[in-house]
């Protein structure tokens, strides 16, 4: 840990921003609040009542908050976390949080403030319809997976950006949690007991185990693009108009897949817990459920528009200008992305970190209802990813299941 | 380039040994001779007669000698070469030179004189036989490949060692040489003219040029262990004995099979070359030919055996000791080692650099008759790899060509 690392409380968080930074006036009123809800990070919302202004500061911990101290994280994800947002701001600055500073001493984040935002996972519970969201996160994954792959940069510089985002920690968790964890009777599963039949197929079902092995291998080992690497719908601010990404500290050279798994896959799970969320009233249900499918395959498709423009836009080499070669990346692209959202979708339900959208379900009857079919549609995803022709199919298999 | 670094002389360098080494004794009359061939680097060997000792200085220059300060190639391929080779020599002892000694300054590796060794591609050309060779580099490729993978070390501090690896100037070399400009007219490419209309074909198909991509993009982001990266029969010395692998500057976390698939191309082009060498001697050429085709068959298989053994016995992961995802892995590995065996063939007779085999072959249909061949057989290897049941049939295939 750095010499000079001390954990910020309300007052110092103020005294911080008088001292180093000259976005409030000298002597504005400062007010703080600390916001974190998350296990590993300290969250500061400093704000002048005046002036309206207001800014985060993101501190990293040097331990799980859940676990205290016994559980140490490497304070580095904060460097990590900063570099990967700045260059997506670089890349979409309408879609990310500004940076203002990063403080290597404090591992400390100074930002945007999205207060006027939502968590969209929050926002999806609720029932609300973000129709520029799908169109949004689809620029996002294009222009930040394409533009730091070997087709969207320098082949030397990515190698060199590849050891920056070198995440040893970080993959480690997600190594854990998502892909192993699950497939067998680990201390760490959080298996409700009216699952535990089911669960007890899954660590049997060799079929599933090696498609799971392959796709941990590809994350392990796929440095193809720079991903966010946690991009669930709680790593995403909204308003009807606006998405934000944010939080982007497992960020490392892996799958894109992966990313695009993880939204897709949360979309998933979103639609199979408004069962039970929208049962007193079947028209909404259906109205909405038939808004996440719709962006479901809008996010894929916005995303492959995107991708493939930047592809001829950008490339000259004949060698990746061929066309049945791109057939073939994006083809794997898609499989990948079933795979992921197929394994995300599984840990969510029976891991040791589970979705508010499946948990808030309090009839046991209908949770036990949708935490088994996300387990099915999962299951689907992974096995059968390179059958699937389309996302089009994918939607027709998840409506398949009313 | 270092402050301090100055490229050796035969002098300097017995003034280097006699004030930083004591290899030999004080007063010891120590002689040394520039012996390097290659393009990249000063090779001196110094040794003093009365004691028969003697030693090796390789020096990386900070140029491609054969076009001089023109083409600048980076000295860090001297620390990785000397950090590849300490790592080698930890895992596989007797297969490996030893380091005496790694200079940071002069990017300069003391090391463990091998001169009652050959280089394998001589020794071949000349029709020797090396009954240990392939069960040894089997052993090499299975210990070098399995420890430093996620399978074989912990997986965080692989990242860690994948960190100290990245090569990005020695990898370019590799992606323009081996994969891009065989497959366009680039200005690198050294076709002999009889060869033109046979080379357009290749500029013209698509599906090999698509399958070329494919391999790139695994050189280009498998990383699945610390690869020797340019294991070709050039990078080994041998006698009847002995198996040394030597010159792993181009050492990085890439796909596995581009090791093995550069040793099994190479000896394939051998057995090529030799139906010309061996012309006059019917009975010797069948003989010699069998040889290589069992040594094939014999890199292979030994490499599987060793590398399962290693498998069994080190890994307790149960996700990572399914039958199924093992049975998953070696078959990709198969197919990942025929693609760029076929690739590293195919730049061999018209690329930048080609191989003393094929080359030496004075007589022009001769020549053209291997060149081709060499052809047909590297695009059959690289577009069919994933239809070539085994080892078995591709020797099976090589000798159908009679």
Redesign the interface.
């Known amino acids: 840990m750095a010499v000079n690392y001390k954990a910020l409380t309300e007052a110092t968080a103020v005294e911080y921003v008088k001292k180093n930074l000259d976005i409030f006036s000298e002597e504005a009123a400062l007010q703080c609040k600390e916001i974190g809800d998350g296990n590993l990070n300290l969250v500061f919302r400093v704000w002048e009542e005046a002036s309206e202004k207001s800014i985060i500061l993101k501190q990293a911990l040097p331990y799980a908050r859940i676990v205290g101290e016994a559980m140490p994280v490497t304070l580095e994800r904060a460097r990590i976390e900063s570099e990967a947002l700045m260059l997506q701001g670089e890349l979409c600055p309408n879609l990310t949080p500004k940076v203002y500073r990063f403080d290597r001493d404090l591992y400390l984040i100074v930002m945007e403030d999205l207060s006027d935002h939502i968590i969209l996972r929050k926002g999806l519970i609720e029932g609300n319809e973000y129709p520029n969201f799908a169109e949004n996160i689809g620029v996002f994954m294009a222009y930040t997976l394409f533009f730091t792959s ?1 087709l969207g940069m320098d ?3 990515k ?2 950006m ?2 920056k985002f ?4 970080l ?2 968790i997600t ?1 854990d949690l998502v ?2 964890e699950p ?2 009777d680990a201390a760490g599963n959080k298996i409700e007991p009216h699952l535990l039949d089911r669960v007890r197929k899954n660590w049997n079902n ?2 599933l ?2 498609e ?3 796709l ?2 590809g994350f ?5 693009a720079l991903i966010h690497g946690d991009l669930h719908t709680g790593s995403v601010f909204v308003t009807e108009e606006s998405t934000k990404v944010i939080d982007p500290e497992f960020a490392f050279y892996g799958p894109m897949g992966f990313d695009i798994g993880a939204i897709i896959g949360n979309f998933i799970l979103n639609y199979i817990a408004q069962a039970a969320h929208m049962e007193e009233d079947q028209q909404k249900l259906e109205s909405y459920r038939s808004y996440l499918l719709k962006s479901i395959k809008k996010i894929w498709k916005e995303f492959y528009k995107n991708f493939m423009e930047l592809w001829e836009d950008n490339v000259t ?4 200008s ?4 791109k057939q ?2 994006m083809r794997n692209l898609f499989e990948d992305t079933l795979g992921y959202a197929g394994c995300k979708m599984i840990r969510r339900i029976y891991g040791l970190a589970h979705v508010a959208d499946i948990d808030n379900i309090k009839e046991l009857e209908q949770r036990k209802k949708a935490q088994l079919l996300a387990l099915d549609i999962g299951e689907i995803l992974v096995l059968q990813r390179k059958e699937i022709k389309n996302i089009d199919e994918v939607v027709d298999r998840i409506k398949a299941f009313n």
């Open positions: 070997d082949q030397m510089k190698k060199q590849q050891k070198i995440n040893p920690e993959c480690k190594e892909f192993s497939y067998f060799q079929e185990i090696k799971v092995a392959i941990k291998e392990m080992t796929k440095a193809q080499a004949p060698m990746e061929n066309l049945l070669y073939v990346y």
